[in-house]
């Protein structure tokens, strides 16, 4: 079945750097990756996402980009915010196989400091 | 949270009684899942369901069942609680089986 291995599973940056977070899958038929942010107490909340058909996405200060040989995936948050302070998640699944379930990695815990 | 209810939000019960946690939608959407989220582990997948009354099973779904009897309310049992089921639980829906759309989550502690 698929395994999803996330890095770093921590991540401290100064307010206004960049902030990476990859992901790398192992099941090829993976044609679906979004990515969840976490608030303390909160449930996942989807931020983006990206088709296996598709090698970047942008929305705002965030993207995501796809490498399909690689098998890997990362999310790229630009002119961080403390308010980007949260978990985040990454996953993946096969689109239209095993009704659309997804596999998460373990996730990571990001720190902007002011 | 996209029309997504849980209760109860907390709950301490005692090993070996039963517990059920709801969810509850207003979006109509097909798809609904439950998930267990545990420090070292993520987001693990419980039970799924496809539709009223058509469910099937996750990763972990071994100690749980579920039940469908309406679109917008989807089940969670522990037949018999024990300590390992300690957890939050989160319910997840889905339009078409792609995007997933995240409850608040339920505190569950088995003492």
């Given at each position: 079945?698929?395994?999803?291995?996330q890095h770093p599973s921590t991540l401290?940056?100064?307010?206004?750097?960049?902030?990476?977070?990859?992901?790398?899958?192992?099941?090829?038929?993976?044609?679906?990756?979004?990515?969840?942010?976490?608030?303390?107490?909160?449930?996942?909340?989807?931020?983006?996402?990206?088709?296996?058909?598709?090698?970047?996405?942008?929305?705002?200060?965030?993207?995501?980009?796809?490498?399909?040989?690689?098998?890997?995936?990362?999310?790229?948050?630009?002119?961080?915010?403390?308010?980007?302070?949260?978990?985040?998640?990454?996953?993946?699944?096969?689109?239209?196989?095993?009704?659309?379930?997804?596999?998460?990695?373990?996730?990571?815990?990001?720190?902007?400091?002011? | 949270?996209?029309?997504?209810?849980?209760?109860?939000?907390?709950?301490?019960?005692?090993?070996?009684?039963?517990?059920?946690?709801?969810?509850?939608?207003?979006?109509?959407?097909?798809y609904m899942y439950w998930y267990r989220?545990?420090?070292?582990?993520?987001?693990?997948?419980?039970?799924?369901?496809?539709?009223?009354?058509?469910?099937?099973?996750?990763?972990?779904?071994?100690?749980?069942?579920?039940?469908?009897?309406?679109?917008?309310?989807?089940?969670?049992?522990?037949?018999?609680?024990?300590?390992?089921?300690?957890?939050?639980?989160?319910?997840?829906?889905?339009?078409?089986?792609?995007?997933?759309?995240?409850?608040?989550?339920?505190?569950?502690?088995?003492?």
């Open positions: 079945g698929e395994n999803v291995e401290s940056v100064q307010e206004g750097d960049s902030a990476v977070i990859k992901c790398t899958y192992s099941d090829s038929a993976s044609n679906y990756f979004p990515w969840y942010k976490q608030e303390l107490g909160k449930g996942p909340q989807l931020i983006i996402d990206i088709r296996s058909n598709v090698g970047e996405k942008k929305d705002q200060r965030i993207a995501v980009t796809l490498n399909k040989t690689a098998k890997h995936f990362s999310l790229h948050i630009t002119e961080t915010q403390p308010e980007d302070s949260a978990v985040y998640f990454c996953a993946a699944s096969t689109r239209g196989g095993s009704q659309g379930n997804l596999i998460f990695g373990k996730g990571t815990k990001l720190s902007v400091k002011p | 949270d996209a029309g997504i209810t849980q209760s109860p939000r907390h709950k301490v019960t005692e090993t070996g009684t039963p517990v059920t946690l709801r969810c509850h939608q207003t979006e109509n959407h097909r989220q545990d420090p070292g582990h993520g987001l693990r997948l419980i039970h799924y369901s496809y539709g009223v009354k058509d469910t099937d099973k996750g990763e972990v779904s071994d100690g749980y069942s579920v039940s469908r009897s309406k679109t917008e309310d989807f089940l969670l049992t522990l037949e018999s609680a024990t300590s390992s089921q300690t957890s939050v639980y989160f319910c997840a829906i889905s339009e078409g089986a792609v995007e997933q759309y995240f409850g608040p989550g339920t505190r569950l502690t088995v003492t």
